[in-house]
C-alpha cells in the first residue's frame, strides 16, 4: 500500500477526491480474495505477520460511515447483540427509535458504557464498579460504538 500512496497519480486523485468531500482507499482485492479463503484465526496471523491491524473491507466499511455521517451503537442482552446504525448526532431518544418506536415514544433515560471501556474492563459489572457506566437522558447524543439500554415507559 506504501507504493500506492507515494504514486502521483493516486495523489492527485486523492486530493481531488478530498475536495469534493470523497475517499479514495486503495484496497489489493487479491489480497482480500486470499484472506477472505481463510479461517479467522488464520486471517489474524497472517495480518499481523505483514503488520496489518484491519483489513480492506474494514477499511471501506468505516470510510463509508463516515463519508455518509453513520455510527453505530449496540444494545446487548443475555444471548443477543445487536448493531444499529444511526447518523452522527442522533440524541438518544430518536436512536432508541431504531430499536422500536415505543422505545422512542416512552423514552426515560439511556444506560451507557463505551464499547472500548467494556473491552478494557472484561465485563459490564467492572465497568460499573470503575464508573464507566453512567445514565444520559434526552439530551445525549449518541457516540459510536455505545453500548446501549434504554429505559422506557409506555
Known sequence: MADVENNPNFKALKTLAEARGAAVL?????????????????????????????????????TSYDLLGYISFLTAGEDDVHAWTIVRGTKAPKA???????????????????????????????????????????DYVMQDGDITNFRFNI
Do not use: N
Request: hydrophobic residues 45%.
Open 26 to 62: 486503495p484496497v489489493a482485492a487479491k489480497f482480500e480474495e486470499d484472506l477472505a479463503g481463510l479461517d479467522a484465526e488464520e486471517a489474524q496471523m497472517f495480518m499481523e505477520d505483514l503488520g496489518l491491524h484491519e483489513t480492506g473491507l474494514d477499511r471501506l466499511i468505516k
Open 96 to 138: 432508541a427509535g431504531k430499536v422500536h418506536t415505543d422505545i422512542e415514544r416512552g423514552f426515560i433515560r439511556a444506560e451507557i458504557v463505551a464499547f472500548e471501556d467494556l473491552k478494557a474492563c472484561g465485563s459490564m459489572a467492572a465497568a460499573k464498579e470503575k464508573g464507566l457506566f453512567r445514565l444520559e437522558g434526552k
